[in-house]
C-alpha cells in the first residue's frame, strides 16, 4: 500500500523560529498537499503541488511557503513561527484521479 | 465558494445498530464530488466512500452507504451494523475537480460506539 510519511509526530517550536515540515511518499505520486485540521475547523488546504517545482496556494497560504524539489518529496516552511500556527499539520500524496493518501500528521506547537 | 456544513460535532451509537451522519454543502456548479473520510486516533485519514454529483445512484461500500440528494444539496452517510473500530471523526468533504482533489472539508462529526 502507500506509504505517506511525514517526518515528525509532534514538534513544539518557538516564536520566530523558521520550521520545515516534512513529507515523504514512496509511490510516484505527482500531486502532493499540505492541509492543517484545527479543531472546529476542519481541515484546510495550504498548498499543493502537481509536478516537481510546480505548486499552487490553497485557501490559507499565507505565513507558509512549500518546497518540491524531488517527486517524492513535499516541504512546507513556516519562515517565521507564530503562535496561531499551532495546529494539525496533514500531508496527502495522490495518483491522478485516484484517491488521497494521508500521513499521519504532524502536532506543532508553537511556544 | 464552496462550503460543506457538518452539524453535529459528536454522536454515539451501540454497537451493531445503525447510525447517520448528516452533511449540507453549497455549490453553484453542476458537476462535482462528494466524499466521507474517516480519522481514527491513528490521525491517518481514510477514505470510506465517494459519490459522483452526475450520478443519480447513491454509493455503497459494504457497510456505509450515501443518501445523496442533490437538489437539497445534501450528503448524508449511513453505517450499518456498527462496529468498535468504526469509532473515529468522520468529515464530510467536496471537490470540484476531481484529480488534483483540492478537496474542501466539514468540521467534523465524533462518533463514538458504545458497546
Known amino acids: 500500500d502507500v506509504k505517506v510519511t511525514q517526518s515528525s509526530r509532534y514538534l513544539v517550536k518557538r516564536t520566530g523560529e523558521k520550521v520545515f515540515l516534512e513529507c515523504v511518499q514512496d509511490?510516484?505520486?505527482?500531486?502532493m498537499f499540505w492541509y492543517r485540521q484545527d479543531p472546529g475547523l476542519g481541515l484546510r488546504l495550504i498548498y499543493f503541488?502537481?509536478?516537481?517545482?510546480?505548486?499552487e496556494k490553497g485557501d490559507i497560504p499565507e505565513g507558509y511557503s512549500v518546497s518540491r524539489e524531488k517527486k517524492e518529496r513535499f516541504s512546507l516552511i513556516l519562515e517565521s513561527a507564530s503562535t496561531n500556527q499551532t495546529s494539525m499539520y496533514l500531508c496527502?500524496?495522490?495518483?491522478?484521479?485516484?484517491?488521497?493518501?494521508f500521513g499521519s500528521g504532524t502536532q506543532l506547537s508553537v511556544l | 465558494a464552496q462550503t460543506v456544513t457538518q452539524s453535529q460535532p459528536e454522536m454515539s451509537v451501540q454497537e451493531a445498530e445503525t447510525v447517520t451522519l448528516s452533511c449540507t454543502y453549497d455549490?453553484?456548479?453542476?458537476?462535482?464530488?462528494l466524499f466521507w473520510y474517516k480519522q481514527p486516533p491513528s490521525r491517518q485519514m481514510i477514505l470510506v466512500i465517494r459519490?459522483?454529483?452526475?450520478?443519480?445512484q447513491n454509493a455503497t461500500e459494504n457497510r456505509f452507504s450515501v443518501n445523496f440528494q442533490k437538489a437539497a444539496k445534501s450528503f448524508s452517510l449511513k453505517i450499518s451494523d456498527s462496529q468498535l473500530g468504526d469509532a473515529a471523526m468522520y468529515f464530510c468533504?467536496?471537490?470540484?475537480?476531481?484529480?488534483?482533489?483540492?478537496?474542501?472539508f466539514g468540521t467534523g462529526t465524533r462518533l463514538t460506539i458504545i458497546p
Open positions: 496527502a500524496s495522490q495518483h491522478g484521479r485516484e484517491k488521497l493518501f
Open positions: 509511490m510516484d505520486h505527482e500531486n
Open positions: 503541488s502537481y509536478d516537481v517545482k510546480m505548486k
Open positions: 455549490t453553484s456548479e453542476s458537476d462535482y464530488y
Open positions: 459519490q459522483e454529483a452526475y450520478k443519480q
Open positions: 468533504a467536496y471537490s470540484f475537480h476531481f484529480g488534483n482533489e483540492k478537496l474542501t
